[in-house]
T-cell receptor, first 111, second 113 residues
Framework: NAGVTQTPKFRILKIGQSMTLQCAQD?????MYWYRQDPGMGLKLIYYSVGAGITDKGEVPNGYNVSRSTTEDFPLRLELAAPSQTSVYFC??????????FGQGTRLTVV | KQEVTQIPAALSVPEGENLVLNCSFTDSAIYNLQWFRQDPGKGLTSLLLIQSSQREQTSGRLNASLDKSSGRSTLYIAASQPGDSATYLCAVRPREYGNKLVFGAGTILRVKS
């Protein structure tokens, strides 16, 4: 049982480049989330989804986009990367409002 | 707006000591509260989930309590071990927007051998 799988684990982007962070879960969870974690800070919600075809903004959505075409996948798109987007990104999933499970994270550096 | 605070920010204890980590939240209208462990450079591992109707949950040497009316939760770790060294995060799921988790900044725990 893989749980929540994120790819890639590490990435370096140049300012202005774009990329997609992949997230997949195999637990048939309806809720999925993207968080970012900056040093010394708690996790901040970027986007979330309560089911295929339904997404909504979290606290810090600017500079990001998401889509949810299937229950399993919830990719996060970064357009025109900026140094402020240097962070660790976590994807998570849950069955409704119950226990949330997290992926191992993607460490992104924008230079 | 729900805010979550964890005190202390860092804690260093000798091996074998019992310890308590604190989590407070500003709005008592929550569905549940979850404690996580995060090792350096790793993802979050769920430790315990307490529903709003529950007072405590136990798993091995870990015991988490919830006092919803006062907006507090504690994570008790018995007989601490060096392997317990990690960052511990708490998160609440507010009733106002139950499809989100609101996190505290975490407590960095170091258990010295």
């Amino acid at each position: 049982n893989a749980g929540v799988t994120q790819t890639p684990k590490f990435r370096i982007l140049k300012i202005g480049q774009s990329m997609t962070l992949q997230c997949a879960q195999d637990m048939n969870h309806n809720y999925m989330y993207w968080y970012r974690q900056d040093p010394g800070m708690g996790l901040k919600l970027i986007y979330y989804s309560v089911g295929a075809g339904i997404t909504d903004k979290g606290e810090v959505p600017n500079g990001y986009n998401v889509s949810r075409s299937t229950t399993e996948d919830f990719p996060l798109r970064l357009e025109l990367a900026a140094p402020s987007q240097t962070s660790v990104y976590f994807c998570a999933s849950s069955l409704d409002i119950q226990r949330a499970f997290f992926g191992q994270g993607t460490r992104l550096t924008v230079v | 707006k729900q805010e979550v605070t964890q005190i202390p920010a860092a804690l260093s204890v000798p091996e074998g000591e019992n310890l308590v980590l604190n989590c407070s939240f500003t709005d008592s209208a929550i569905y549940n509260l979850q404690w996580f462990r995060q090792d350096p450079g790793k993802g979050l591992t769920s430790l315990l989930l307490i529903q709003s109707s529950q007072r405590e949950q136990t798993s091995g040497r870990l015991n988490a309590s919830l006092d919803k009316s006062s907006g507090r939760s504690t994570l008790y770790i018995a007989a601490s071990q060096p392997g317990d060294s990690a960052t511990y995060l708490c998160a609440v799921r507010p009733r106002e927007y139950g499809n989100k988790l609101v996190f505290g900044a975490g407590t960095i725990l170091r258990v010295k051998s």
